[in-house]
């Protein structure tokens, strides 16, 4: 029986990513992918369009944290039918804001049907922080990280959760040069770096999976808005795609299963050409992954594979990897597609 032809992909968060970078731009890529492969990896930052997602039956959804340990060999990947879905707010999340969430929350089980335990506030506002690194490339900190986690500890033991999905208040900054970048489809997302900070932290401690919507209330209407941005301006809350991703999310696993998947069984793994040095790419590129990486998704980084002497099949679109991918998939050679093939040539054994 021929084995699942399985494909990565990842977009780093917060390093302003041309497709990626912004409201689920990078789904249509997914979806694209999705029809390829029979088993699709990705993470929250591809998948996530706030109010905004598309069911993938075929496509794992796996925190950036978790994906870092899988692509290492350290952990497998679970697939679930249906996760039970533990939700902390932050206890700095003004009364009104946090109905609105509580509000999404009974609207995916009634509408969605999809499976939550209780909620629980945090006992001590998180007080998310959000920073800037000189290359554009953003990142963040929360004062109370032990307030975060006794709270998922708790959803964890005493309510049940096998995922859990995280709100927490981000800081206002409506008028900031950064933000209106952003929605004019120019700039860094400038909450992703800290998003991740809070799932990483939940993932790494528990083992299981996670994702973080922010907290913010209503940005004014903007005739100007780029439709790449557009996603997170529907409604009062981040939360539904969340949910849904989380909802059928693979949990891990340490120890050998025959239901897991495991590193070696990624056929083909598609990036940003010039972001090449995160953990999970660095461990694939050491299997017999094939790396795919895609010139036309610039970032705010400058880590091509060459420089780290990582071997790839370097594409100009996403298009183009899409094509490889079909090629691969069939055991095709590219060479074959193209207008001139070169003639076998003979190999000297030496003396």
């Known amino acids: 029986m021929t084995k699942p032809y399985t494909v990565g992909l990842i977009v780093p968060t917060g390093i302003g990513a041309a497709i990626g970078g912004y409201a689920g731009d990078s789904l249509p890529v997914a979806r694209a992918i999705a029809q390829v492969a029979d088993r699709l990896i990705t993470h929250?930052?591809?998948?996530?369009?706030?109010?905004?997602?598309?069911?993938?039956?075929?496509a794992l959804y796996v925190e950036g944290y978790g994906l870092d340990q899988f692509a290492a060999g350290h952990w497998g990947l679970l697939p679930e039918r249906s996760n039970r879905i533990g939700l902390i707010l932050d206890r700095g999340i003004e009364p009104d804001l946090q109905l609105r969430h509580l509000q999404v929350a009974d609207a995916a089980r009634a509408t969605l049907g999809l499976n939550l335990t209780d909620y629980i506030v945090t006992d001590q506002s998180l007080n998310v922080e959000l920073r800037t690194a000189k290359s554009g490339a953003t990142w963040g900190t929360i004062e109370h990280p032990d307030s975060l986690l006794r709270a998922a500890e708790k959803l964890i033991d005493q309510g049940g959760a096998d995922a859990i999905a995280v709100v927490a208040r981000f800081p206002d900054d409506p008028e900031s040069e950064a933000l209106q970048n952003y929605r004019y489809g120019q700039g860094v997302d400038h909450l992703a770096g800290a998003e991740a900070v809070i799932s990483h932290l939940i993932v790494r401690t528990f083992k299981v999976p996670c994702a973080h919507a922010p907290a913010l209330p209503p940005l004014p209407i903007d005739p100007n808005l780029s439709p790449r941005s557009a996603a997170e301006e529907l409604g009062y809350t981040f939360l539904p795609c969340v949910l849904v991703g989380l909802s059928r999310a693979p949990r891990f696993?340490?120890?050998?299963?025959?239901?897991?998947?495991?590193?070696?069984?990624?056929?083909?793994?598609?990036?940003?050409?010039?972001?090449?040095?995160?953990?999970?790419?660095?461990?694939?590129?050491?299997?017999?992954?094939?790396?795919?990486a895609v010139q036309e998704n610039h970032t705010k980084i400058q880590v091509p594979s060459e420089a780290l002497g990582i071997r790839s099949t370097i594409v100009k679109s996403y298009l183009e990897a899409l094509g490889i991918?079909?090629?691969?998939?069939?055991?095709?050679?590219?060479?074959?597609?193209?207008?001139?093939?070169?003639?076998i040539q003979p190999l000297n054994l030496g003396t």
Not at 49 to 54: D, H, K, M
């Open 325 to 343: 991918l079909i090629c691969d998939r069939a055991g095709i050679n590219t060479a074959a597609l193209s207008l001139e093939i070169t003639s």
């Open 253 to 292: 696993t340490e120890f050998p299963n025959p239901h897991a998947i495991w590193a070696d069984e990624v056929d083909a793994l598609v990036i940003p050409a010039s972001a090449c040095g995160g953990s999970a790419i660095l461990s694939l590129s050491q299997t017999n992954t094939r790396i795919i």
């Open 44 to 58: 929250p930052n591809v998948l996530n369009g706030a109010q905004l997602y598309w069911n993938l039956p075929n």
